[in-house]
């Protein structure tokens, strides 16, 4: 079986959801937004030299994506578009996730490595290589209708400073996959299933599963990035407006509601055997095939990853339903949405043909379509995912209810990255009972306030 590695791991050591946007509201029709991305790509055009009067440029691009996930596809063709038209040569190596962070930290401190980096828009990851003075801001390097035609750039703009240190090529909503096999077997019904689970009815569903003898969810806690996902998806839902869920990370101590409920109810779930067994000692990179091999019938998703488990499993097999709200707050209504960044490191000897490159991936129309076509909504936002053809219905039904959903992003969690090592060191002893909700919280607050 085709094995689905290492996907997405330090996606959630990172998120910072300081802004949310809806994917409604941003229609045009097909040709207007063809000419607009054209005109675009064209004013970029206009600023360089073409490719019979420039020299060769070679770059490299290093992204945690493998050579089987599809969006190596995009970038390889970006980097065909800008070699035929600029006379610049991108190579793009895939990295480990495993220890990406490390070779990021390690490229920050000797200004030396990728010209191009891959990096996670969430918990504040590209915000916390831009203040480390491994990227770019690339304030001067975007125009101003450029920056207003992208969404989600404040996740990769530093708050305080307002450099941005780069942008999304792709974005995805936050989703949980079910097996639908193993559900009729616990005599589920996933044809009555709302859009949104509240958290009593994903509880129902779950305790339905365990009863009939199969594990609900997948679960793979070794690094603690398991946890730090809840962190961020859950309390969000537990407030009214998108200007609320900052104070929960950042302005006001971790050891406050709704983070103690939040970790309370996160214990409940582990403690009622909802967790694949040992997920404790498994490496997230691993969550993607307990869900292919059917260890679980629940599972953290994306749209585009859920195509990979219908390519993999079969297409009738796999469902999606968004992840479900744990408050009843307002934001339990909205989407929590995901994104894959690039920026420009610092060091780099030729940031304008980077940038190049960059605004190929975001602007062109051809790359655009290909990240629709896995299932990662636009960011240029001239375009929205109603504009392509989305031929699995499964996916399409689920952007067309969810197009019409406010969205956030996952966390406003500068915390969640910036204080990972206590998060890793303590969040499988809370969920063994070693430690308490409460112990757990003033553990993450010493971390912050031993900083401060």
Same mark, same amino acid.
């Given at each position: ?264 109810? +996160? ?103 290909? +990240? ?15 504009? +392509? ?9 689920? +952007? ?53």
């Amino acid at each position: 079986m085709k094995k689905i590695l290492l996907l997405l791991v330090a996606f959630v050591l990172s998120v910072s959801i300081v802004a949310a946007f809806s994917l409604s509201g941003c229609k045009t029709t097909a040709a207007t937004e063809t000419t607009a991305a054209t005109e675009t790509t064209a004013a970029t055009e206009t600023t360089v030299t073409s490719t019979e009067k420039r020299a060769p440029v070679t770059l490299e691009y290093w992204t945690v994506m493998q050579e089987e996930n599809p969006q190596m596809k995009a970038f390889k063709r970006a980097a065909e578009i800008v070699k035929e038209k600029y006379n610049i040569t991108v190579n793009i190596v895939p990295k480990v996730e495993n220890n990406y962070r490390d070779l990021l930290t390690a490229s920050a401190m000797s200004q030396s490595g990728a010209d191009i980096l891959f990096e996670w828009t969430g918990l504040a990851d590209m915000i916390t290589s831009g203040k480390q003075g491994l990227l770019l801001p690339l304030n001067n390097y975007l125009t101003k209708e450029e920056i207003e035609s992208l969404a989600g750039l404040s996740a990769c703009t530093d708050p305080d400073t307002k450099d941005i240190y780069g942008v999304m090529y792709a974005y995805n909503y936050i989703a949980l996959a079910y097996n639908k096999e193993l559900l009729k077997k616990a005599d589920i019904d996933y044809n009555s299933f709302p859009s949104k689970w509240t958290y009593d009815e994903f509880l129902s569903v779950c305790d339905k599963l365990k009863k009939a003898g199969i594990t609900p969810m997948s679960f793979a806690n070794q690094e603690g990035v398991y946890s730090v996902w809840w962190d961020s998806f859950c309390p969000p839902t537990y407030v009214d407006k998108i200007e609320d869920i900052a104070p929960i990370y950042q302005q006001t101590p971790i050891y406050k509601e709704p983070f103690i409920t939040f970790l309370k109810n +996160f214990k409940d779930f582990y403690d009622k055997g909802y967790y694949l067994d040992g997920g404790g000692t498994i490496s997230i990179g691993e969550l993607w095939n307990q869900f292919i091999d059917e260890k679980a019938a629940l599972s953290v998703t994306f749209p585009s990853i859920t195509g990979m488990y219908m390519d993999a499993m079969g297409v009738e097999k796999v469902g999606l339903i968004e992840f479900p709200a744990m408050g009843n707050g307002e934001l339990s209504k909205a989407n929590p949405i995901f994104g894959d960044g690039i920026g420009i490191a610092k060091y780099t000897k030729h940031p304008e043909e980077a940038i190049l490159y960059l605004k190929t991936l975001i602007f062109d129309p051809e790359i655009i379509k290909m +990240f629709a076509a896995m299932g990662n909504a636009p960011v240029y936002n001239k375009y929205t995912m109603a504009d +392509f053809p989305i031929e699995n219905s499964e996916i399409a039904k689920f +952007f067309e209810k969810h197009s019409k959903m406010p969205t956030y992003y996952e966390g406003h969690g500068f915390w969640t990255k910036e204080y990972n090592e206590p998060l890793v060191k303590f969040s499988n002893m809370f969920l063994a009972g070693d430690i308490t909700a409460e112990q757990y919280a003033q553990e993450i607050e010493k971390a912050i306030t031993s900083k401060k």
